[in-house]
């Protein structure tokens, strides 16, 4: 009988674990990301979730700029993308997953997180605009 408790007790452990999991977003490589940028019917959207300080200091071309802290605010802006791909980055990382949240959470269906943020894209040399 303990047996059969202690392993109910672990099975419904992990359930409740899986369950409150954060979803993650499907990550995007740098090069895979300047190849979808370059095709001529490229819909994909790059949404930096930086600072508007840390936008202007430099991003990646055609970038829309909307803090991390302000995508709930500023939704009716982007929801025109809801059923394109948006690929989200900020400085490191940890920014960009809140805003994932925000956006999977307001129906966006095909988010990507880029692969190493802008301190990755900044370390290959990759172009920015200012």
Do not use: Y
């Given at each position: 009988?303990?047996?059969?408790?202690?392993?109910?007790?672990?099975?419904?452990?992990?359930?409740?674990?899986?369950?409150?999991?954060?979803?993650?977003?499907?990550?995007?490589?740098?090069?895979?990301?300047?190849?979808?940028?370059?095709?001529?019917?490229?819909?994909?959207?790059?949404?930096?979730?930086?600072?508007?300080?840390?936008?202007?200091?430099?991003?990646?071309?055609?970038?829309?700029?909307?803090?991390?802290?302000?995508?709930?605010?500023?939704?009716?802006?982007?929801?025109?993308?809801?059923?394109?791909?948006?690929?989200?980055?900020?400085?490191?990382g940890r920014r960009a997953v809140s805003a994932e949240n925000d956006l999977r959470a307001a129906g966006?269906?095909?988010?990507?997180?880029?692969?190493?943020?802008?301190n990755s894209w900044q370390a290959a040399d990759l172009p920015l605009t200012k």
């Amino acid at each position: 009988m303990k047996f059969i408790q202690s392993t109910l007790i672990v099975l419904l452990s992990l359930f409740a674990l899986t369950s409150f999991a954060e979803e993650t977003t499907t990550p995007i490589s740098q090069q895979a990301l300047l190849t979808l940028m370059a095709t001529p019917a490229n819909k994909t959207i790059v949404l930096d979730v930086r600072t508007a300080e840390e936008f202007a200091e430099g991003h990646i071309v055609g970038a829309i700029n909307i803090s991390h802290e302000q995508i709930n605010a500023n939704l009716s802006k982007i929801m025109g993308f809801k059923d394109q791909t948006v690929v989200v980055h900020c400085r490191s990382g940890r920014r960009a997953v809140s805003a994932e949240n925000d956006l999977r959470a307001a129906g966006f269906s095909d988010l990507r997180h880029l692969e190493g943020d802008m301190n990755s894209w900044q370390a290959a040399d990759l172009p920015l605009t200012k």
